[in-house]
């Protein structure tokens, strides 16, 4: 069983930065195939950015130059490094399995809030 805690979120004013990170813990051997979502209030889960199985990189279109996911094998984390923050970027944030199945049980999350 894996376990996925999330942590890094803040409260920021736009255009500033935040840094996500995901500690992955249990029987979880690699970190590609991971990403990190969001879900915004009375909207559903979106992924925002994922390392793939071969090692590449997706990003949602409205995030691109401006997130960047990177992972740690060794230590099991899997962060995402936000700049340029917009309010609409307001959510919280998960980190999970991307394009792989089953996914893991999501963890807590963590709150970013963007906001003058």
């Known amino acids: 069983q894996v376990q996925l805690v999330e942590s890094g979120g803040d409260l920021v004013q736009p255009g500033g930065s935040l840094r996500l990170s995901c500690a992955a813990s249990?029987?979880?051997?690699?970190?590609?195939?991971m990403g990190w979502y969001r879900q915004a209030p009375g909207k559903q889960r979106e992924l925002v950015a994922a390392?793939?199985?071969?090692?590449?990189?997706y990003y949602l279109d409205s995030v691109k130059g401006r997130f960047t996911i990177s992972g740690d094998n060794a230590k099991k984390t899997v962060c995402l490094q936000m700049n340029g923050l917009k309010p609409e970027d307001t959510a919280v944030y998960y980190c999970n399995r991307a394009y792989v199945n089953p996914l893991y049980q999501w963890g807590q999350g963590t709150q970013v809030t963007v906001s003058s």
């Open positions: 249990g029987s979880i051997r690699t970190i590609n195939g």
């Open positions: 390392i793939t199985r071969d090692g590449t990189t």
